[in-house]
């Protein structure tokens, strides 16, 4: 009897390791305290959009600069600012820009965190995932250490995230595996840390926007 219990007690310890890899917790703990200790964070990034089923991609490129709680976000003719708070969204085309209330939750996705909150997006592992220690890739002469998680919400639409950082322990790239065949990819390159930033670059001021229209959503 004693041997049967001492046989499930180290299944049941094998198995939470496996749910919960220390090693991919400290990595994590080290990425997500690391962006937090920088001043700002200026970056160019991609997004790659793929189904699987119907054999059909789209990408589009973009930069994203970082300063606390605030944004800058610059895509195909859309640029987006926020304070945390409130969201600016301007249409370039038609000089147009909405402003919002920011609202999050829990049951946000990857992607809507990354248009909402970027930097969440290395913090999610926090609640309600589990998370192991994957391979090791070389990517452009670099060792990129991979870690995956998965929710333990089984209702979410997604069934993985994987992660890949770079060996100075900075975010590279997210992969984020739906359960309708679908994939998504966000690649961080010139990731640059600490820089000089234009505080003004941040905040969206109607003013250095001839004839803009306003369209606020907050009242």
Avoid: H
């Amino acid at each position: 009897m004693k041997k049967i219990s001492l046989v499930l007690l180290m299944f049941v310890c094998i198995n939470c390791f496996a749910q919960k890899d220390p090693e991919a917790k400290e990595l994590l703990d080290k990425v997500a305290g690391q962006i937090f200790s920088y001043k700002n964070i200026t970056t160019d990034f991609d997004y790659l959009f793929e189904n699987l089923a119907e054999e059909k991609s789209e990408s589009y490129s973009g930069k994203l600069v970082v300063k606390g709680k605030k944004f800058r976000m610059d895509v195909d003719k859309t640029i987006t600012f926020s304070n945390g708070k409130q969201r600016w969204v301007y249409l370039i085309d038609n000089n147009e820009v909405t402003i919002s209330n920011i609202e999050t939750s829990d049951d946000d996705s990857p992607e809507d965190r990354f248009m909402t909150d970027p930097l969440s997006l290395f913090t999610i592992y926090r609640d309600g995932f589990k998370y192991l220690l994957g391979d090791q890739e070389d990517i452009d002469g670099k060792t990129m250490q991979i870690v995956e998680l998965s929710p333990e919400n089984i209702k979410k639409p997604y069934f993985k995230i994987k992660y890949w950082f770079t060996p100075e322990n900075n975010p590279y790239q997210l992969k984020c595996f739906l359960k309708d065949g679908t994939r998504y990819t966000l690649t961080l390159s010139k990731f640059a840390v600490n820089q000089k930033v234009d505080e003004t670059e941040l905040n969206f001021n109607a003013k250095n926007y001839t004839g803009v229209e306003v369209i606020d959503m907050t009242e």
